[in-house]
């Protein structure tokens, strides 16, 4: 996955670049999501199977449809082994919005 877009003190952001980055800070703005996104990223190893992630104190059809949204934001990935799937935390992702976010504070 592409990262999201420069740090803010370095340019303006480009309209797709403004696009992306929203769809990953708009998913991470529900609270389910951003618990589900916790979990799997301090999961040890990095990632963490759906069974291990699921009591957030909604219903498993929901967890799936919020791992869905993690996903089509680009910050999630996937993995089918058998019976479950496993999640991780897309590092390039991470690390630019990071990026993104540090800079522009210390500017």
Request: hydrophobic residues 40%; neutral net charge.
């Amino acid at each position: 996955m592409e990262p999201c877009c420069p740090p803010l003190n370095e340019r303006p952001l480009t309209a797709e670049e403004a696009e992306r980055t929203a769809a990953m800070f708009k998913a991470l703005g529900d609270p389910v999501r951003l618990r589900l996104f916790s979990s799997v990223a301090s999961h040890e190893g990095g990632e963490a199977c759906v069974c291990d992630i699921s009591d957030v104190g909604v219903s498993q059809p929901t967890v799936s449809h919020h791992l869905k949204k993690l996903k089509e934001a680009g910050l999630l990935s996937s993995e089918r082994r058998g019976t479950w799937v496993y999640y991780r935390v897309e590092p390039t992702v991470l690390a630019a919005m990071g990026a993104l976010l540090t800079k522009a504070a210390s500017a």
